[in-house]
């Protein structure tokens, strides 16, 4: 089934994942992230809550000051969970993939096959580990494209109110899609400049793809079933879309 945008694409891995024979292959992507998220929430929720009280504290416990002390917390809680959920869902979902590159890739390859009935040649778990080396060394990739850029993105995020929190969301919608998208490439064995070019090529649907992606990865419980979700949805698109715009 062919869809006409990128979040319809997404929209298609939630059908996907649900597919007899490859039910199997979305296990360990979707167990990985189910961890690494309950993990991180279970932290970041505590580092919340004692930065909010660290700064209600600041004010003085003087009676006539207790209504601006309830009031603040009511306005950093929201803001503080807006900040962490923005941040949180690209910097601990590049972790759960860079954990489960491996199997995520097999995961693309059993989506590819299903689609267009053509395997690639390895299809085996010996297969998946003798290529632990190249698909860590294309995460490799992936982090020295991703670390400069979200640095000056994060600077701008805290400088600059609603305007960098804006921009973070653009870039993290952009790198969804490169995360996601670069696995059907890399089966291909397409070095990872060549896959950014194709990407460009069809530039509005990766973009609301990733920007789909971005909106679920910062949805409670729904979030554990983004990485599985989008790696067959990003197949899909490979297929229909970009296959055929890789550069000579």
């Known amino acids: 089934m062919q869809s006409n945008s990128g979040t319809g694409y997404?929209?298609?891995?939630?059908?996907?994942?649900?597919?007899?024979?490859?039910?199997?292959?979305?296990?360990?992507?979707?167990?990985?992230?189910?961890?690494?998220?309950?993990?991180?929430?279970?932290?970041?929720?505590?580092?919340i809550e004692s930065g909010i009280l660290y700064i209600v504290n600041i004010i003085p416990d003087w009676e006539w000051l207790s209504w601006i002390k309830q009031g603040l917390a009511y306005i950093l809680w929201p803001l503080a969970v807006i900040t962490v959920l923005l941040v949180f869902a690209l910097l601990f979902g590049t972790l759960a993939n860079w954990i489960a590159a491996p199997f995520n890739g097999l995961l693309a390859e059993k989506v590819e096959?299903?689609?267009?009935?053509?395997?690639?040649?390895?299809?085996?778990?010996?297969?998946?580990?003798?290529?632990?080396?190249?698909?860590?060394?294309?995460?490799?990739?992936?982090?020295?494209?991703?670390?400069?850029?979200?640095?000056?993105?994060?600077?701008l995020f805290f400088l600059l109110p609603i305007a960098g929190q804006v921009l973070w969301f653009l870039f993290s919608a952009w790198m969804m899609a490169i995360q996601y998208c670069d696995y059907p490439f890399d089966n291909h064995k397409i070095d990872f400049k060549t896959m950014r070019l194709t990407l460009n090529q069809r530039r509005s649907h990766c973009f609301s793809f990733g920007v789909l992606v971005s909106v679920f990865s910062m949805i409670p419980i729904i979030n554990f079933l983004v990485m599985p979700v989008a790696i067959c949805g990003a197949t899909s698109m490979w297929v229909n879309e970009l296959r055929d715009k890789v550069p000579d």
Do not use: C, M, W
């Not at 689609?115 to 992936?142: C, H, W, Y």
């Open 10 to 47: 997404f929209l298609q891995g939630f059908s996907l994942i649900r597919t007899k024979g490859l039910k199997r292959f979305v296990f360990i992507p979707l167990t990985v992230n189910l961890i690494l998220f309950s993990l991180a929430l279970y932290f970041l929720v505590g580092q």
């Open 113 to 155: 096959l299903h689609l267009t009935g053509k395997g690639l040649g390895d299809t085996g778990l010996l297969d998946v580990f003798k290529d632990i080396p190249r698909t860590l060394g294309r995460e490799l990739a992936k982090l020295g494209y991703y670390i400069p850029r979200a640095i000056g993105f994060l600077i």
